[in-house]
């Protein structure tokens, strides 16, 4: 999967990025209580796309990183797909 297949609504998205930036984490409320996030401006050769760090995910990965994302989703925010990992999915250093 490239992430030029990628629509709002999929899941099961499986995919090989490379992390190419990452803001400032921020403190947000979740329904489970507070949390840290983190935005990370992913590409392969199809394209860019955000992706949600979460808490102990923004330590393990760096700007230069490729990463394989496994059994992750899309959603829209603020107008634009981005990719989340969630509970059920994975993401690792390739």
């Known amino acids: 999967m490239k992430i030029s297949d990628l629509k709002p609504g999929m899941r099961n998205v499986n995919l090989k990025v490379k ?11 979740t329904r ?9 401006t992913v590409q392969d050769e199809t394209g ?3 992706l949600s760090l979460w808490n102990e995910q923004i ?8 990463v394989v994302i496994s ?8 107008g634009k797909i981005q ?9 690792s250093k390739a």
């Open 32 to 40: 489970f209580g507070s949390a840290r996030v983190a935005d990370a």
């Open 59 to 66: 330590n393990r990965f760096s700007v230069g990183d490729t």
């Open 83 to 91: 990719v989340n990992v969630g509970k059920y999915g994975k993401i």
């Open 71 to 78: 059994n992750g989703y899309t959603t829209t925010f603020r």
């Open 48 to 50: 860019t796309i955000q």
């Open 19 to 29: 992390i190419i930036e990452v803001s400032e984490p921020r403190n947000v409320s």
